[in-house]
Structures are given as C-alpha cells and as structure tokens.
C-alpha cells in the first residue's frame, strides 16, 4: 500500500523560494512517474511537473520551466520540487502524486492531468504574499 506526504510549505513572499518534498512509503520509487500539482480554491488541480525515476525524464508546465526543477532521490525515497522567484501565482494547496500504470511520456501533445495520476498526498500549503 503506497503512501504519499508532502512537506515544506509556507509562507513566504514574492521572490522567495522554497523546496517541497513528497515522501513515498511502502513503494519502491526506483521506476516511478511522479509529479507536482497545484489547486487554487474551488479550482481543479493544474500539473506543474513531472519525473520519471527510471530514466530522469523531465516535464515541466509553461508557468514552471526556468524557476522550478524537480529532482528525486532513492535512497531517501523522496521526491523533491525546489521552487524560486516565487510569484502570488504558486499560492494555494500543493500536491504530490503517483502514476502506477501506463507511460509518463507528459507534453505538449499528453497534457499533465491529475485524473491520469492514482495515488495522492494530503497537499501542502503554500502562501507568497506581494
């Protein structure tokens, strides 16, 4: 039974950084698709970034690419979403998640779906005040 927790969220202001990690229990990371989501309130969970394990794929949204990177690490079985220049815009619920079957092949032509993704955590509050 696989187990999903995010950390490293708070408060912060805009130009700021943070780094959120994803601990994943009682799964084996070592060939995994996993990736970071955002949801403002009353709004549905937007895809910001992706990562599969077995090959160091990298998928990044528009709004992500040259100030976040997403990185993992085995040992610890973590993933991990170091976040910098941080604008208003990254505020609201962060979430880690798992795709357990099917290709982590995320781009232009495969959009970054939270229905495509079967294993959640409780999310993480993130807050960049202006």
């Known amino acids: 039974q696989v187990h999903l927790e995010e950390s490293g969220g708070g408060s912060v202001q805009v130009g700021d950084s943070l780094r959120l990690s994803c601990v994943v229990s009682g799964y084996s990371i070592g060939s995994t698709c996993l990736a970071w989501f955002r949801q403002r309130p009353d709004q549905e969970r937007e895809g910001v970034a992706t990562?599969?394990?077995?090959?160091?794929?990298?998928y990044y949204t528009e709004s992500a690419k040259g100030r976040f990177t997403i990185s993992h690490d085995n040992d610890r079985s973590t993933m991990y979403l170091q976040m910098n220049s941080l604008k208003h815009e990254a505020s609201g619920r962060w979430y880690c998640?798992?795709?357990?079957?099917?290709?982590?092949?995320?781009?232009?032509?495969?959009?970054?779906?939270?229905?495509?993704?079967?294993?959640w955590g409780q999310g993480t509050q993130v807050t960049v005040s202006e």
């Open positions: 998640a798992m795709k357990s079957r099917g290709a982590c092949l995320f781009g232009a032509s495969r959009p970054l779906l939270s229905a495509d993704f079967h294993d």
């Open positions: 990562l599969y394990t077995g090959n160091g794929f990298k």
